[in-house]
């Protein structure tokens, strides 16, 4: 099944369009030429990214971002703007950012980036996708390969968000043994396991320490 792009784009001559590029690589692709057209599609379409070209249009694209943001909160977005341009990307209700001018083969790949994952084992918690499989997670717009050791800590959690998970069960479930008199080694993949869901490792949203207990999955 191809995968869905909702491309906000205009027709605005000597600016760079990527329609028809998009369709080529095999997407299925609605073309909204405005805004108001965008926020239209998505009910209609059920788009799995944005992209929002904003020099097509003229605008900052700002705007945009916002108000598919605020109708679709999951929906991943991609902001194409002007490099000559001022643009706050703390301001932009976007997961990523690009700046004229690229290939549509770097497009691709962020696109890519920003799709669901495919298999058809894979764990949901919120915003976050685990992969069993091939071993990656997806949280806010980022694909992380992990060990399958991470991926099995993980999963543990996933599989009980906003439960705290005793120390000791989590290193017997995940290491599979019962000496459990040193888990300094469960603390470490924990850190490891918070670079890859957070932006900010030193002040986790997702995952949370309970000292002396565990640890809770916030989704």
Request: proline fraction near 5%.
């Amino acid at each position: 099944m191809k995968s869905k792009i909702l491309c906000v784009e205009g027709k605005y001559a000597g600016t760079p369009v990527f329609v028809e590029q998009l369709k080529a690589k095999g997407y299925k692709v609605s073309n909204a030429l405005t805004g108001k057209d965008a926020l239209a599609s998505l009910a209609s379409f059920r788009p799995q990214v944005a992209v929002v070209n904003a020099p097509s249009m003229r605008t900052t694209g700002v705007r945009i971002c916002r108000a598919l943001r605020e109708n679709r909160r999951s929906l991943p977005i991609i902001l194409i703007y002007d490099e000559g341009k001022e643009l706050s990307v703390d301001d932009v209700a976007a997961n990523e950012v690009l700046a004229l001018p690229f290939t549509v083969r770097k497009l691709n790949n962020r696109i890519k980036s920003l799709l669901p994952l495919q298999s058809k084992n894979c764990l949901k918690a919120g915003t976050i996708q685990l992969d069993l499989e091939q071993h990656q997670v997806r949280c806010q717009g980022r694909k992380t390969h992990l060990t399958p050791r991470l991926t099995h800590l993980l999963a543990v959690l996933m599989r009980e968000p906003g439960t705290v998970v005793n120390r000791d069960d989590l290193f017997r479930e995940v290491w599979e043994t019962d000496f459990i008199e040193d888990t300094r080694t469960l603390d470490v993949h924990i850190s490891w396991l918070r670079k890859a869901l957070e932006k900010d490792p030193r002040k986790p949203k997702f995952l949370k320490t309970l000292r002396g207990v565990g640890y809770r999955l916030d989704v």
